[in-house]
Nanobody, 121 residues
Framework: QVLLVESGGGLVQPGGSLRLSCAGSGSIFAIDAMGWYRQAPGKQRELVGTITRDGTTNYADSVKGRFTISRDNAKKTEYLQMNSLKPEDTAVYYC???????????????WGQGTLVTVSS
């Protein structure tokens, strides 16, 4: 099976920085597009940003200029660098990926379990 695991969340003060990682493992032949989402208490899950296989990125207006998505295809890993964090960035952050499976090589959407980011003084 496919497993995506986020790491790097925690408590940070406003204005601080964190870098999240999302590592893929399991029956992965290749990964196409990847992305980050977040969900704050009482709110719907929202898109943070995406990155294509060739490295083209797209960001939500709320994080543009502060967050940067990158990827390492050899390591099957996606990163989210978060700078100038605000209290409203507090949420559970989820990574996702379009995964080509080994064996049958069918394309599936995979999600991580989430990592909590808390921005507070």
């Amino acid at each position: 099976q496919v497993l995506l695991v986020e790491s790097g969340g925690g408590l940070v003060q406003p204005g601080g920085s964190l870098r999240l990682s999302c590592a893929g493992s399991g029956s992965i032949f290749a990964i196409d597009a990847m992305g980050w989402y977040r969900q704050a208490p009482g709110k719907q899950r929202e898109l943070v940003g995406t990155i294509t296989r060739d490295g083209t990125t797209n960001y939500a207006d709320s994080v543009k200029g502060r967050f940067t998505i990158s990827r390492d295809n050899a390591k099957k890993t996606e990163y989210l660098q978060m700078n100038s964090l605000k209290p409203e960035d507090t949420a559970v952050y989820y990574c996702n990926a379009e995964v080509v499976l080994e064996g049958g090589r069918s394309l599936v959407a995979a999600w991580g379990q989430g990592t909590l980011v808390t921005v507070s003084s």
